[in-house]
Structure formats: structure tokens, C-alpha cells
């Protein structure tokens, strides 16, 4: 409980108030694109397959309709194939891939900064600590033997401190970007995975004789 004591960070200098400030940024984030990632992860097996019976059905307005209510990246991927369903193939790709390169972007924003956070805290605890050692030097230098203890572990505690500060920020900073880092490759593999899929379902949906389509099978 000691650590949580304000009078604890007042001792580790001007130092503290940067880190503080950097990690309470860091903190909001990583609780925003945490939430924000999350939302965008969906049953994708689920939400294929019924786009995909929607177009068996000829419903493509219902079908985008879907994609318009459903949050995420890779509803949006879908929509872009699916607003150029009647174009060749080559368009739908280039559609795909466009559509691809806008969202992640938007999943990348902030994570970054978690990272620049993660580089920057053991420098600022790095400067807290010289300016302390600075102060415990000119202690030593001014008054020598006669130097008051307390004034001299006071310098060297400070020191310690913004050290322990800037390091304990740095770790979390760099475990906080892992983990981003990780949900965000598996938002953009599900993207992917989904953009090839549906390319080649509509490709062979595209190939298939009218007589051999599965509404003629059913009509028949």
C-alpha cells in the first residue's frame, strides 16, 4: 500500500508527472481498441454462410442489408464484393483488396502509440534518474562531509524511483501492444480469409450454367 502513497511520487521528482500522464493515455488506448477489436470479431463462419444463402436466393439487397447492420471490418469487406457482385472478377478482387486496405488502417490507429509509449517510459525514467543523481552529486560536491543523509538518500531515492516507474510503464506498455497487436493479426487474417472465399464462391457461382444452378435444381 506503501507504492500508492501520493507522498511516494512526490519524492520521485517532476519526472513522475510525464509518466503519469503517458501511462493514464496508454491506459485509455488500450481499453478503447480492446473494445473496439472486440466488436469487430464475429462468428465469420456464421455470417458467410448466410450472405451466401442470400445470394443463392438472389436477395442481394437483403444481403448488404446484413452487412450494413452487422459492425466490423470484414462486413464491410463483404459489401464492397457484394456492391460489385454483376462486374467481372478482376473488379470484385480490386474491390476487395481497396476495401482491405481502408479498414486496416482504422484497426492500426492508437497501437502504435502504445508502442511509442512503451519506448518512451524507460527514457523519461532514465532522465528522472540522472536529474536525481545530478542533485545527489551536487549535494555531495557543495557540502561533503558535512552533507545532511536525509538530503542524500532523498536524491538517490528519487532516482530509484522514476527508474522503477519508467520501466513498470515500459512492460505493461509493451504487453498491452502484444496483446493488440495479436487480435489485430486475427482480425486481419479472418479479412483475408473471408475476401479469398467469397472471390472464389462468387467466381464459380458466376461459372455455373443457369441450367445447373441450384434455383433451377429447386424449380425443377
Given at each position: 500500500?506503501?507504492?500508492?502513497?501520493?507522498?511516494?511520487?512526490?519524492?520521485?521528482?517532476?519526472?513522475?508527472?510525464?509518466?503519469?500522464?503517458?501511462?493514464?493515455?496508454?491506459?485509455?488506448?488500450?481499453?478503447?481498441?480492446?473494445?473496439?477489436?472486440?466488436?469487430?470479431?464475429?462468428?465469420?463462419?456464421?455470417?458467410?454462410?448466410?450472405?451466401?444463402?442470400?445470394?443463392?436466393?438472389?436477395?442481394?439487397?437483403?444481403?448488404?442489408?446484413?452487412?450494413?447492420?452487422?459492425?466490423?471490418?470484414?462486413?464491410?469487406?463483404?459489401?464492397?464484393?457484394?456492391?460489385?457482385?454483376?462486374a467481372p472478377i478482376s473488379r470484385?478482387?480490386?474491390?476487395?483488396?481497396?476495401?482491405?486496405?481502408?479498414?486496416?488502417?482504422?484497426?492500426?490507429?492508437?497501437?502504435?502509440?502504445?508502442?511509442?509509449?512503451?519506448?518512451?517510459?524507460?527514457?523519461?525514467?532514465?532522465l528522472g534518474t540522472i536529474l536525481?543523481?545530478?542533485?545527489?552529486?551536487?549535494?555531495f560536491q557543495n557540502e561533503g562531509?558535512?552533507?545532511?543523509?536525509?538530503?542524500?538518500?532523498?536524491?538517490?531515492?528519487?532516482?530509484?524511483?522514476?527508474?522503477?516507474?519508467?520501466?513498470?510503464?515500459?512492460?505493461?506498455?509493451?504487453?498491452?501492444?502484444?496483446?493488440?497487436?495479436?487480435?489485430?493479426?486475427?482480425?486481419?487474417?479472418?479479412?483475408?480469409?473471408?475476401?479469398?472465399?467469397?472471390?472464389?464462391?462468387?467466381?464459380?457461382?458466376?461459372?455455373?450454367?443457369?441450367?445447373?444452378?441450384?434455383?433451377?435444381?429447386?424449380?425443377?
Amino acid at each position: 500500500m506503501e507504492f500508492l502513497n501520493f507522498t511516494l511520487f512526490q519524492q520521485g521528482g517532476p519526472v513522475m508527472w510525464p509518466l503519469l500522464i503517458i501511462s493514464v493515455f496508454g491506459f485509455i488506448f488500450f481499453v478503447e481498441r480492446t473494445l473496439f477489436l472486440h466488436q469487430g470479431q464475429i462468428q465469420v463462419r456464421t455470417f458467410v454462410d448466410g450472405i451466401q444463402n442470400l445470394l443463392r436466393k438472389g436477395r442481394l439487397a437483403e444481403a448488404l442489408a446484413v452487412c450494413e447492420e452487422t459492425p466490423g471490418p470484414i462486413p464491410n469487406v463483404v459489401k464492397a464484393a457484394l456492391l460489385n457482385y454483376d462486374a467481372p472478377i478482376s473488379r470484385i478482387r480490386g474491390a476487395i483488396q481497396s476495401a482491405a486496405l481502408i479498414e486496416i488502417p482504422i484497426l492500426e490507429r492508437r497501437i502504435g502509440t502504445i508502442a511509442a509509449i512503451a519506448r518512451i517510459a524507460p527514457i523519461l525514467g532514465l532522465l528522472g534518474t540522472i536529474l536525481a543523481g545530478y542533485d545527489a552529486f551536487f549535494i555531495f560536491q557543495n557540502e561533503g562531509a558535512y552533507a545532511n543523509p536525509s538530503d542524500f538518500a532523498g536524491a538517490i531515492s528519487q532516482a530509484l524511483l522514476t527508474t522503477i516507474a519508467g520501466l513498470a510503464i515500459a512492460a505493461m506498455a509493451h504487453l498491452a501492444h502484444h496483446f493488440l497487436h495479436g487480435r489485430l493479426r486475427a482480425v486481419v487474417h479472418d479479412m483475408e480469409s473471408v475476401g479469398h472465399d467469397l472471390l472464389q464462391w462468387i467466381e464459380n457461382m458466376k461459372n455455373t450454367p443457369p441450367e445447373e444452378s441450384p434455383e433451377r435444381e429447386e424449380k425443377a
